[in-house]
């Protein structure tokens, strides 16, 4: 059993996101048994969920005359144009069903607010509207994260550099983490994460 002030933090491991899903990561799904191993083994347990309106501002289906994988300017900044997924309530948006969700203390939705997107678990995409997540973390003690789950180079390491600057020390567990990797983003994303501090492991 890990310390008391440690934290899995699982990001969206949802079926949009697994193989079959409007969203693949490729061997997106390789990853939950590693995962449903690691969960009983820490303490503070968080799965996150993106879960995004019909219509939602980072969908290519949106913006007229879009496709998928490209990006738009919307007024925090460039935004990358996705396939819809992830749509609240529809299946897509749901856990993969081998990931053992019942083992998880709390569950933070992102991605809600029609006109914003968030990678992060901490902030959205504008980079100052909470999730909340900092607010759990801190009340249940928590000094020290562990992240998995997808995609390595959008939400987690969105996630990983964001915890890095509210200080947390922060790993990465790679070989329990996907990637989209669109132009290269895996290379900036690991780049990124470890400038900012965060510990790439396995
Ligand atoms: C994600 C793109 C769009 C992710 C979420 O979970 O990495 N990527 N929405
Ligand atoms: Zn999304």
Redesign the pocket.
Known sequence: MRPADEALIVIDVQNDFCPGGA?AVEGGDQIIPQINAMLPEFAVRVLTQ?W?PVGHS?FASTHAGSAPFGTTELPYGTQVL?PD??VQGTGGAAFHADLHTDLGDVVIRK?FRPEI?SYSAFFENDHETPTGLDGYLAERGVKKLTLVGLATDFCVYYSAVDAASLGYDVTVLQSACRAIDLDGSLATAREAMQAAGVRLEG
């Open positions: 969203l993106d995004h980072s996705w997924h992830c991605g997107d």
